[in-house]
């Protein structure tokens, strides 16, 4: 198993490849056609990058290599914000360690 996006441990090197592929040319991963998958630590999920010359990704609930089930603390997330009475959960006033993978990662979930 291969250990990035802020220490996280992918299913699978395949899957941790295609997240980082650390290309010199495409500093963006939406320009760069190794960048396959996107990981979003804050809220440990997965997504595909659509290649349609925009940012746009669609959430995955596989990985397309080994078939580890993924999961997206998405919902949670935003269900926390609502419980603390924050209304712009992605660029308001948000306590720090709901800004990174902390949150999730403190309560071992």
């Given at each position: 198993?291969s250990?990035?996006?802020?220490e996280k441990?992918?299913?699978?090197d395949?899957?941790?490849?295609?997240?980082?592929?650390?290309c010199?040319?495409h500093?963006n991963?939406?320009?760069?056609?190794?960048?396959?998958?996107?990981?979003?630590?804050r809220f440990?999920s997965?997504?595909?990058y659509?290649?349609?010359?925009?940012?746009?990704?669609t959430s995955?609930?596989y990985?397309?290599?080994c078939?580890?089930?993924?999961r997206?603390?998405?919902?949670?997330?935003?269900?926390r914000?609502?419980?603390?009475?924050i209304?712009?959960?992605?660029?308001?006033?948000?306590?720090?360690?709901?800004?990174?993978?902390k949150?999730?990662?403190?309560?071992d979930?």
């Amino acid at each position: 198993m291969s250990k990035l996006s802020q220490e996280k441990v992918h299913c699978c090197d395949i899957m941790a490849k295609y997240i980082e592929p650390n290309c010199a040319h495409h500093p963006n991963p939406f320009d760069c056609e190794d960048a396959l998958v996107k990981y979003n630590p804050r809220f440990d999920s997965y997504a595909l990058y659509a290649r349609f010359g925009s940012t746009w990704v669609t959430s995955i609930n596989y990985c397309p290599w080994c078939g580890d089930k993924k999961r997206d603390l998405s919902d949670l997330y935003f269900d926390r914000m609502d419980a603390m009475g924050i209304e712009d959960a992605l660029s308001g006033e948000v306590p720090e360690a709901f800004q990174t993978a902390k949150w999730w990662r403190d309560e071992d979930l």
